[in-house]
């Protein structure tokens, strides 16, 4: 998510628009710490509540807003839900715009939330715009689809010296809830069962980290694997120039920056086919190879095929590039955000009255669903179930 507001930032500042964050909590000292490293301070501000009390919070975050009268105040749905809920208490004079980054059903129920209260939504992928529509009520006139956007990386298409063995990565938060990292092992598994000679590196941590550590060192993946942990932002385009393939089992996404990172330093995405989504930024075949949810057996095939066709891996990987310099710059996405904030300057929408602060609530969307209770497996059942009956995919 800062990766998204650093690059948000830097594309409205082609227009002279600043973008700042802010937060407030008991512990300025205890956010800078976590901060520790990073530019974050530079572009934000922390505020001292002396609790965490969320109506305390909440109090202090909308004290700010007032003392620095922004044209436009970002909300990034599902950030917190005690920030995304102070969309009903702003004053009518603020003008706001949710952005919405993934296709979860909790994140979709949050965003419904506050959509009476927002001038206009951001959905970050086609996919996003059609599901607020279709099962939030939201109007098509109040949705725009503007992508994330990438720093590029110029040379990244050049003939790499690819080795002899297919250098497979795993980039990002390691849970398997949205990512799919349980079908790692089987999927690269089944590509050494072929024959391929690959090294798999793992880069991120996540819930389900040890659990993955555990299942490759008892399996045939020992000793072709590394795991490097939390990579810094500025390591991670070395990271990706560094790897022929990445590896994207993903059970749901947005819009996947890894991936548009990957594309843009020319590592080949192997990803699930998420409608709308990973379709959206691959053109399977062109520029990338997509895979149905969970199949194991798809994915290790488009393995084996890179690693048996290595003039096809450089093709793919030029074209990455190029599909990412077309289409999801700096530039593209500031020009689309100046244009949005521009008609709402001009044409604001009637919003909700604010709610008093005094009344501060969470609503039953932005609290955890029932289906948070259901074991994995089945959760992994319903979403894969859910999505290749609605796509007809196989």
């Given at each position: 998510?800062?990766?998204?507001?650093?690059?948000?930032?830097?594309?409205?500042?082609?227009?002279?628009?600043?973008?700042?964050?802010?937060?407030?909590?008991?512990?300025?000292?205890?956010?800078?710490?976590?901060?520790?490293?990073?530019?974050?301070?530079e572009?934000?501000?922390?505020?001292?509540?002396?609790?965490?009390?969320?109506?305390?919070?909440?109090?202090?975050?909308?004290?700010?807003?007032?003392?620095?009268?922004?044209?436009?105040?970002?909300?990034?749905?599902?950030?917190?839900?005690?920030?995304?809920?102070?969309?009903?208490?702003?004053?009518?004079?603020?003008?706001?715009?949710?952005?919405?980054?993934?296709?979860?059903?909790?994140?979709?129920?949050?965003?419904?939330s506050?959509?009476?209260?927002?001038?206009?939504?951001v959905?970050?992928?086609?996919?996003?715009?059609?599901?607020?529509?279709?099962?939030?009520?939201?109007?098509?006139?109040?949705?725009?689809?503007?992508?994330?956007?990438?720093?590029?990386?110029?040379?990244?298409?050049?003939?790499?010296?690819?080795?002899?063995?297919?250098?497979?990565?795993?980039?990002?938060?390691?849970?398997?809830?949205?990512?799919?990292?349980?079908?790692?092992?089987?999927?690269?598994?089944?590509?050494?069962?072929?024959?391929?000679?690959?090294?798999?590196?793992?880069?991120?941590?996540?819930?389900?980290?040890?659990?993955?550590?555990t299942?490759?060192?008892?399996?045939?993946?020992?000793?072709?694997?590394?795991?490097?942990?939390?990579?810094?932002?500025?390591?991670?385009?070395?990271?990706?120039?560094?790897?022929?393939?990445?590896?994207?089992?993903?059970?749901?996404?947005?819009?996947?920056?890894?991936?548009?990172?990957?594309m843009?330093?020319?590592?080949?995405?192997?990803?699930?086919?998420?409608?709308?989504?990973?379709?959206?930024?691959?053109?399977?075949?062109?520029?990338?190879?997509?895979?149905p949810?969970?199949?194991?057996?798809?994915?290790?095939?488009?393995?084996?095929?890179?690693?048996r066709?290595?003039?096809?891996?450089?093709?793919?990987?030029?074209?990455?590039?190029?599909?990412?310099?077309?289409?999801?710059?700096?530039?593209?996405?500031?020009?689309?955000?100046?244009?949005?904030?521009?008609?709402?300057?001009?044409e604001?929408?009637?919003?909700?009255?604010?709610?008093?602060?005094?009344?501060?609530?969470?609503?039953?969307?932005?609290?955890?669903?029932?289906?948070?209770?259901?074991?994995?497996?089945?959760?992994?059942?319903?979403?894969?179930?859910?999505?290749?009956?609605?796509?007809?995919?196989?």
């Amino acid at each position: 998510m800062y990766t998204a507001f650093l690059n948000l930032r830097r594309a409205l500042a082609l227009h002279q628009i600043e973008v700042r964050w802010f937060e407030a909590g008991r512990s300025v000292a205890a956010h800078a710490r976590a901060a520790a490293g990073a530019e974050d301070l530079e572009f934000g501000s922390l505020l001292a509540t002396g609790t965490d009390d969320d109506q305390a919070r909440a109090r202090a975050l909308l004290d700010y807003i007032e003392s620095q009268r922004p044209d436009l105040v970002l909300i990034n749905v599902f950030g917190g839900p005690l920030e995304t809920n102070l969309v009903r208490y702003l004053p009518h004079h603020v003008r706001r715009v949710q952005v919405v980054h993934s296709i979860s059903r909790s994140t979709y129920r949050a965003a419904r939330s506050v959509r009476d209260w927002t001038d206009a939504t951001v959905a970050v992928s086609p996919r996003i715009r059609q599901d607020l529509i279709r099962s939030q009520g939201f109007r098509p006139d109040s949705i725009d689809v503007i992508p994330n956007s990438v720093e590029l990386n110029p040379g990244a298409s050049v003939l790499r010296d690819r080795g002899r063995a297919l250098r497979v990565l795993v980039h990002g938060r390691v849970d398997h809830s949205s990512k799919g990292v349980n079908w790692l092992p089987q999927i690269v598994e089944r590509a050494l069962d072929a024959g391929v000679n690959l090294s798999l590196t793992v880069s991120g941590e996540g819930p389900d980290l040890a659990r993955l550590r555990t299942r490759i060192a008892a399996g045939a993946l020992a000793g072709r694997s590394t795991f490097l942990g939390f990579v810094e932002r500025e390591r991670v385009p070395g990271l990706l120039r560094a790897h022929d393939v990445l590896l994207l089992p993903s059970v749901y996404e947005g819009l996947s920056l890894t991936l548009l990172e990957a594309m843009a330093a020319g590592c080949v995405p192997v990803a699930s086919r998420i409608r709308g989504v990973t379709d959206y930024v691959v053109a399977d075949g062109e520029s990338g190879l997509l895979f149905p949810i969970g199949d194991t057996q798809a994915a290790a095939a488009h393995l084996i095929e890179l690693d048996r066709n290595r003039s096809k891996l450089d093709a793919l990987s030029e074209a990455a590039c190029r599909a990412i310099a077309a289409r999801f710059t700096f530039e593209a996405q500031g020009a689309a955000l100046l244009s949005l904030i521009q008609r709402i300057l001009r044409e604001p929408r009637r919003l909700n009255e604010p709610l008093p602060i005094g009344r501060w609530s969470l609503p039953s969307r932005l609290r955890p669903g029932w289906w948070h209770v259901l074991p994995a497996p089945v959760i992994d059942l319903l979403r894969v179930t859910r999505e290749r009956v609605r796509f007809g995919t196989a």
